[in-house]
Nanobody
Framework: QVQLVESGGGLVQGGDSLRLSCVAS????????MGWFRQAPGKEREFVAA????????YYKDSVRGRFTISRDNAKSTVYLQMNSLKTEDTAVYYC????????????????????WGQGTQVTVSS
C-alpha cells in the first residue's frame, strides 16, 4: 500500500522557518523524483520545489528560490522542505508527490506527471 505522509506544518509568523517532512512507503522511494506542491484557498495547486530521483537536481518556483530548500534521505524514504523567511503568501496546504524516474524540470514541475500524492499539511503564516 502506497503512502506519502506529510508533517511539520503549522502556524508561524512572517520571517519564521518550518521544515516539512514527507515519509514514503509502499514503493521504491529511491527511483522516484519527489515534489512539493501547494494550494491556497480559491487557487490552483502550484509547483513549489522538486528533487530528481537521483538527487542530483533540484528545482524551485521563482518566488521561493533562495528561501526554500528541498532534500531527500533515501535511507529514511523521506523528502524534506526547509522553508525559511516565510511570508504570508506562502500560506497554503502543502502536498508532497512522487514521480517515477522523475528527473527534469519539465516533468517534475507538472502535477499531472506525478503518480502518488500525500494528504497535505497546512502551513499558515501570519503577518
Amino acid at each position: 500500500q502506497v503512502q506519502l505522509v506529510e508533517s511539520g506544518g503549522g502556524l508561524v509568523q512572517g520571517g519564521d522557518s518550518l521544515r516539512l517532512s514527507c515519509v514514503a512507503s509502499g514503493f521504491t522511494f529511491s527511483t522516484y523524483g519527489m515534489g512539493w506542491f501547494r494550494q491556497a484557498p480559491g487557487k490552483e495547486r502550484e509547483f513549489v520545489a522538486a528533487i530528481s530521483w537521483s538527487g542530483d537536481a533540484t528545482y524551485y518556483k521563482d518566488s521561493v528560490r533562495g528561501r526554500f530548500t528541498i532534500s531527500r534521505d533515501n535511507a529514511k524514504s523521506t523528502v524534506y522542505l526547509q522553508m525559511n523567511s516565510l511570508k504570508t503568501e506562502d500560506t497554503a496546504v502543502y502536498y508532497c508527490a512522487a514521480d517515477f524516474r522523475g528527473r527534469i524540470f519539465a516533468t517534475l514541475s507538472v502535477a499531472l506527471n506525478y503518480d502518488y500524492w500525500g494528504q497535505g499539511t497546512q502551513v499558515t503564516v501570519s503577518s
